[in-house]
């Protein structure tokens, strides 16, 4: 395993890859709650309860995707790099397609499928590999700066540190109700601890948090340790049913197929570059083992499709373990074998809630902003892309959508500073396909 994953020429040893995966896991564990939550629309009361998709058989597919993910990105990846069912992907899936547009969740479920057959096909050409090295490196930056922007975001939004406000949409929570302020003790501790440089600051911070929520009641205590593992059947290849029905093949159906594969592509290219960069895992600009790690990303999906969940992705949470000491596939692998046991030890995750990630989330953003020091920002025609890029992530709630602004002025910028030879013919195409994306799919 040590020859394998090369720990010595990454510096790396079993037990800071273990703390690694374990933090990834307790990091990203909310999916194994949110996603069936979401899948069966049980926050919908009126929708009818046979269109639902079943929330048991939703929460196994949940763990088995991303832990077959996780494995496999370990394996021929060797990446620090967990994969679940996407969070935005899954609200796509539940309540504009099957909610909004009134289509059959087996119907989801095959345009997941061909989304990740596809995916596939174009790893195996070789083309997703070369557009995320056609990326300038300056965007690359601005790409990692404002997954850290966006991750922070979202866990101070997820433990109501900040929260809706009608007059300025965002502001400041209630800091002395009982959720905030257990985010506010860990990340205080694990700030404490990372100060001191206490390897796997932020595992323990995580632990240190859950630990005192239970004592004072904030996070309740687990009433069991082992649960009933439920059934699978009612979503496990449902999504072959979809391709035998007519009223499958529509040009909606394209449209929802073509959101898929878009929004999976860009999170998954964003999502590898900022935790390679973390890892210190970049070479010349250009990620080792690229192709292998979207093959993991691109079978991931189609084997949850068939399983019955939403498309599977590589998750920012992976850096929560790449800042306690992850640095090589292995912590991967144990993040996957972790999402196995979570089938049968369910109910111990309850006191993974969201006061108790969002210290990890903060220190990551930290972290990850500091990529912000390698952009040329003397050169406009570079900050600005940069900057557009770095700033929408959290501003739409969206990694897709600020690549995407990025690219757009990219070309632009470049190009009236007389610098068209240095632009890659393929930021040429996305320039295109961005801007085709917000007329006819925004």
């Known amino acids: 395993m040590q020859k394998y994953f090369e720990f010595e020429k990454h510096g790396t040893n079993y037990r800071r890859e273990m703390i690694g995966g374990f933090t990834t896991f307790l990091a990203m564990a909310y999916i194994l709650v949110v996603n069936p939550l979401t899948l069966s629309l049980a926050a919908i009361k009126d929708f009818p309860d046979a269109l639902r998709m079943d929330h048991g058989a939703v929460f196994v597919a949940t763990a088995l995707a991303s832990a077959i993910g996780s494995i496999i990105m370990g394996l021929l990846g060797k990446y620090p790099l967990a994969l679940a069912p996407g969070m935005g992907l899954n609200a796509f899936f539940a309540f504009t397609v099957v909610l909004g547009s009134g289509i059959p969740w087996q119907h989801a479920l095959g345009a997941v499928l061909i989304s990740g057959v596809f995916f596939f096909l174009l790893t195996l050409t070789g083309l997703r590999e070369k557009i995320i090295n056609a990326i300038p490196i300056d965007l690359k930056h601005a790409v990692g700066a404002g997954i850290g922007l966006f991750i922070t975001f979202v866990g101070l939004q997820s433990a109501q540190i900040i929260v809706n406000n009608d007059a300025t949409l965002v502001g400041l929570g209630d800091l002395t109700a009982g959720g905030p302020l257990l985010a506010i003790f860990g990340l205080v501790v694990t700030v404490i601890m990372m100060t001191r440089g206490i390897k796997g600051a932020v595992f323990y911070g995580m632990i240190l948090t859950a630990i005192v929520g239970m004592i004072f009641g904030e996070i309740k205590m687990p009433h069991q340790v082992v649960g009933q593992v439920p059934s699978l059947a009612p979503t496990f290849g449902a999504a072959f049913s979809s391709f035998g029905d007519s009223s499958f093949y529509t040009t909606t159906m394209l449209g929802i197929v073509l959101t898929f594969l878009f929004v999976d592509f860009f999170d998954n290219a964003g999502t590898l570059v900022a935790v390679a960069s973390q890892a210190g895992l970049m070479k010349d600009n250009r990620l080792p083992n690229a192709g292998r790690a979207l093959v993991a990303d691109s079978i991931a999906t189609s084997v949850g499709a068939v399983l019955g969940t939403s498309t ?87 990694i897709a959508t600020g690549i995407a602004m990025g690219f757009i002025f990219y070309p632009i910028t470049m190009a009236v500073k007389g610098k068209i030879k240095e632009i890659h013919p393929i930021m040429y195409l996305f320039f295109v396909i961005f801007v085709l994306y917000f007329i006819f799919l925004k």
């Open 312 to 398: 599977t992705t590589s998750y920012v949470e992976s850096t929560a373990g790449v800042a306690a000491g992850a640095r090589t596939g292995f912590a991967s692998l144990v993040t996957g074998a972790l999402f196995i046991l979570s089938l049968f030890f369910f109910p111990l995750l309850s006191v993974i809630t969201a006061p108790v990630t969002t210290p990890a989330l903060v220190i990551v953003g930290v972290l990850m902003v500091s990529s912000l020091g390698k952009i040329d920002w003397k050169r406009f025609e570079i900050a600005v892309p940069a900057f557009l890029t770095m700033v929408a992530m959290p501003l739409t709630y969206s």
